[in-house]
């Protein structure tokens, strides 16, 4: 039986070395804010922060399974930290754990396998016992009754991402993300401002609300998502908040009003779209149609002009023939969209897409996610030619690349700017210029 938070946490003897233990996560925000969570529960009397990059005593990885390309992915990064200290402890946690604990337990040198909830319980399961002779794995079944985990992430980033929802109860065919994450669920809005607060008090200025589908929170509490928005821009101190993704449907006029209206929540959404055509939708059992998207973009736009707009698109869906992708890339290109997420579809085992008939082939999916890969670029040019002149506010980030400092503007437009270090971490005011030949724009300081 897995351990759980109310036991006594088998740690390190106190007279011990401090054990050196790196973090690596893959993946989406949302594993960036539970890693930064979870690094946090290890007891700084007895463990030591690593970067990965460097020798460690323990690894943990939290991993992604949302495709067979992330679920390699996966294994490529188990098998490099092996491989550069094999006399470490290896715990590899997370979805791709929650979904084949037994596919990573048959890798050589894995000691330790942890699912979604066992975790944030990951210190609970080390002890001074050194490797295992053989993988031991607490990945038990999710259930309706399933906890929600408190997540921020501090210290890796300019920006803070804050878990506010986790799981989903959608039933897209094509996705094992509700296996791997449960039901939907979300803290009250009394906690999540607490967490709010602390992230102030270290002085962030942009918050990234994340979850697995964020325009759910609330459902199972009586609150919404715009009850939420309305209380966090009451916290002082924080200055910036981003919506990571948002599903259409889900997107009301009241957030999108809120928005326009409130300058601490930026003009920047990223909506799912998947496909433009309604018979492709039908197939992955989305909960919209494409008129409802283009709804929804068309509102943002008018008002919020500026507005930065992305999506998420699946190339080579099961069923999707030529004319459905030229379907979907004609609606694309009628769009006001500034960039898209292009995934080529890829197939997981026992899900509903597995078993649709009309199967794309590889080399057809990649024409299709190179085609709409060029039209993302295009958007994305067009977008940054029609920013030019504009004023923005930019939070700078605290990392120097060859002589600049790099930020994101309001409405996610990529800057640079000559490295000053008393930028970083700060929210600038700034004149939005050319493009540069790194793709980024250009700006000036107002």
């Known amino acids: 039986m897995p351990h759980h938070a109310t036991e006594p946490l088998r740690q ?41 990059a460097s020798k460690a005593d323990i690894y943990v990885i939290n991993t992604c399974s949302v ?48 699912g979604t909830n066992e975790k944030f319980d990951i210190a609970a399961y080390i002890d001074d016992q050194g490797k295992r002779s053989e993988t031991e794995i607490h990945s038990v079944g999710l259930s309706s009754s399933d906890t929600f985990n408190t997540s921020y992430s501090l210290g890796d980033r300019t920006r803070s991402f804050l878990k506010v929802q986790d799981g989903c109860d959608y039933g897209c065919s094509y996705c094992t993300i509700p296996r791997a994450r449960g039901n ?18 270290r002085g962030i200025k942009e918050v990234v609300l994340t979850g697995v589908n964020i325009g759910d929170f609330g459902r199972s509490t009586g609150e919404s998502f715009s009850n939420l928005i309305g209380e966090l821009i009451r916290v002082q101190g924080i200055e910036r908040y981003r919506i990571s993704s948002i599903e259409p449907n889900l997107l009301t006029d009241e957030i999108i009003g ?24 039908g197939l992955m059992r989305r909960r919209y149609t494409r008129e409802l998207f283009r709804d929804r973009v068309n509102l943002i736009r008018k008002v919020m002009p500026y507005a930065g707009i992305g999506a998420d698109v699946i190339a080579g869906f099961p069923g999707e023939s030529q004319a459905d992708f030229e379907d979907t890339f004609s609606f694309i290109q009628g769009l ?14 026992d899900t509903l897409a597995e078993k649709l008939p009309g199967k794309v082939s590889p080399a057809e999916k990649a024409e299709r996610s190179r085609l709409l890969i060029k039209l993302s670029e295009s958007k994305s040019a067009d977008f940054n030619n029609l920013n030019k002149g504009q004023t923005t506010m930019v939070l700078f980030e605290k990392s120097r690349s060859e002589g ?17 270090p008393k930028l970083a971490g700060q929210v600038i005011k700034v004149k939005l210029n050319s493009v540069s030949s790194s793709g980024r724009m250009t700006v000036e300081i107002i």
């Open 184 to 201: 939907s669920r979300n803290p009250l809005i009394t906690e999540v401002i607490r967490e709010a607060y602390k992230i102030s008090e």
């Open 336 to 349: 006001p969209l500034s960039y898209l997420h292009v995934f080529t579809f890829s197939e997981r085992p």
């Open 404 to 420: 600049l400092i790099t930020g994101f503007s309001s409405n996610y437009i990529r800057v640079e700017y000559p490295w000053n």
């Open 258 to 281: 809120m928005a326009a209206r409130n300058e601490k929540i930026l003009p920047h959404f990223h909506i799912p779209l998947q496909s433009g055509c309604n018979k492709i939708l």
């Open 67 to 114: 495709t067979d390309a992330a679920d390699r992915k996966c294994r490529q990064a188990i098998k490099k930290f092996i491989t550069m200290s094999p006399g470490a402890f290896i715990a590899v946690v997370g979805c791709y754990a929650q979904l084949k604990p037994q596919e990573i337990s048959s890798i050589p040198g894995v000691d330790l396998v942890l």
């Open 12 to 52: 390190f003897n106190m007279n011990a070395i401090r054990k050196k233990v790196a973090f690596h996560t893959l993946g989406c925000k949302l594993n960036f804010a539970e890693t930064s969570t979870i690094s946090r529960s290890f007891p700084e009397d007895k463990f030591e922060r690593v970067s990965p």
